[in-house]
């Protein structure tokens, strides 16, 4: 099987020219790690999702040092599908709809801060807004003061050297020689701390108070047997959820914007078009732009068939995301921008894989889909803004992320009326499977 070099800043390049030349799968060599195979072959997906020959093993590693051992990322069956379950109902679409109206207050008093004349940068302004949800909506936060301390530390967290210290495997051991681990490990441990006395503080108040934060229903979550999650397990999902929600969903925001600006017509339509075309417009973005290109590696436990490939066991298999977004079989003029495409015949669930698939997709989609809609609807009907580069935004490494470079800045141009009202579609539901 062919071999092809990975770069996380020049994936989609790879995934491109990978696909022209060697069709639908081919092996990749990331950097320091053994080599793997990449796929955008929409049956060999459907089995990595749901298929018993595939574990996680090894895959999620990287994310093991931050997350934590207990979190859903890490587990494999049956202890998966059991804490899904467990973990679920906080996230069904009338519970997460009801978080509408406060990202509604927090993306006006944003924008009531932005003057016209002005020159800003989406990215850093969709960071903060999905920050606040996180401390709102999921966590519960009320006291102002530790609403500061913990956005003080994710926003030192979420820096570039610092995302590299806690992900990449060389650098994430906690070595007291390793200079560059210390700092990011010590505010690690800061966040650990505050999530553990808010846990606490959240069991001790009980029925006493009335919440209705992701939190607060996973504290009294209970399974068939009347067990519910231990502080570790609660800490390991809000980190998560965390991790997964925060600059993910910022980072497609920032897209969303960039795209809409390059793109007058669909700018149109989504200010005008409704709940439908806007839903389609953020699709859309998801597809051609995911913030995350590449799914977490699954690994082959016995020899595992793709195409005419047959591939040995203990390989990872990667989907790529980006190749199913950019495969011209399922999305006609798939460099086009044009949110239509899922007004017209929506794809089935492994065609669509910005929140992965099958009994792995993340739980927070619809939190993070709610998000975009309402925070790139508030912005791009109550400001007029023009880009400050005739061309699209190039695609640079953010954390985690493929993030546009520059942060998308814009120029506003001058205020708009009236303000969209909250969302009156309910997000798709999650499912266990």
């Given at each position: 099987m062919a071999q092809a070099a990975m770069r996380l800043w020049a994936y989609s390049e790879l995934s491109d020219r990978g696909h022209a030349r060697y069709g639908d799968t081919f092996t990749v060599r990331p950097g320091m790690l053994p080599p793997g195979v990449l796929t955008r072959d929409r049956d060999a997906i459907r089995r990595l999702f749901t298929g018993d020959p595939l574990g996680k093993r090894h895959g999620n590693d990287i994310l093991r040092n931050f997350v934590g051992g207990q979190s859903?990322?890490?587990?494999?069956?049956?202890?998966?599908?059991?804490?899904?379950?467990?973990?679920?109902?906080p996230f069904h679409g009338e519970r997460v709809q009801s978080y509408a109206r406060l990202m509604q207050q927090l993306v006006s008093g944003e924008l009531d801060r932005i003057q016209p004349g002005e020159t800003v940068a989406i990215h850093p302004i969709a960071q903060s807004l999905t920050l606040d949800v996180i401390l709102q909506a999921v966590l519960g936060v009320s006291d102002a003061t530790v609403r500061r301390r913990l956005r003080a530390i994710f926003d030192a967290l979420n820096t570039p050297l610092n995302a590299v210290a806690l992900f990449v495997p060389v650098l994430a051991r906690r070595s007291r020689w390793n200079l560059l681990s210390k700092r990011p490990w010590r505010l690690k441990d800061e966040l650990d701390a505050l999530l553990f006395e808010h846990i606490a503080a959240t069991r001790a108040e009980g029925a006493a108070v009335e919440r209705d934060d992701i939190l607060a229903m996973l504290v009294s979550a209970r399974d068939e047997?009347?067990?519910?999650?231990?502080?570790?397990?609660?800490?390991?999902?809000?980190?998560?959820l965390i991790t997964a929600g925060h600059e993910t969903t910022a980072t497609a925001i920032a897209w969303g914007v960039e795209l809409l600006l390059h793109n007058p017509a669909a700018m149109a339509n989504a200010r005008d078009g409704g709940d439908a075309y806007l839903d389609a417009t953020v699709k859309e973005i998801l597809r051609i732009r995911s913030p995350i290109p590449?799914?977490?590696?699954?690994?082959?436990?016995?020899?595992?068939?793709?195409?005419?490939?047959?591939?040995?066991?203990?390989?990872?298999?990667?989907?790529?995301?980006?190749?199913?977004?950019?495969?011209?079989?399922?999305?006609?003029?798939?460099?086009?921008?044009?949110?239509?495409?899922?007004?017209?015949?929506?794809?089935?669930?492994?065609a669509f894989l910005p929140f992965g698939g099958g009994a792995h997709r993340c739980l927070g989609a619809s939190l993070a889909m709610l998000e975009m809609k309402m925070f790139l609807g508030e912005i791009i009907t109550r400001l007029e803004l023009a880009p400050l580069s005739a061309s699209l935004?190039?695609?640079?490494?953010?954390?985690?992320?493929?993030?546009?470079r520059g942060g998308a800045r814009v120029r506003v141009l001058a205020r708009r009326s009236p303000a969209r009202v909250a969302a009156d579609a309910s997000p798709p539901e999650p499912s266990l499977m």
């Open positions: 859903l990322l890490m587990l494999e069956p049956p202890e998966h599908l059991a804490r899904r379950k467990l973990v679920l109902p047997n009347g067990d519910g999650l231990t502080d570790a397990q609660l800490r390991d999902e809000l980190i998560t590449i799914g977490a590696a699954r690994y082959t436990l016995e020899p595992f068939t793709i195409g005419p490939w047959r591939i040995p066991r203990d390989v990872a298999v990667l989907v790529d995301a980006h190749g199913v977004h950019h495969d011209p079989s399922i999305y006609p003029q798939p460099d086009e921008f044009r949110p239509e495409r899922f007004l017209e015949k929506p794809p089935d669930g492994y935004a190039r695609a640079v490494p953010r954390g985690p992320t493929l993030a546009p």
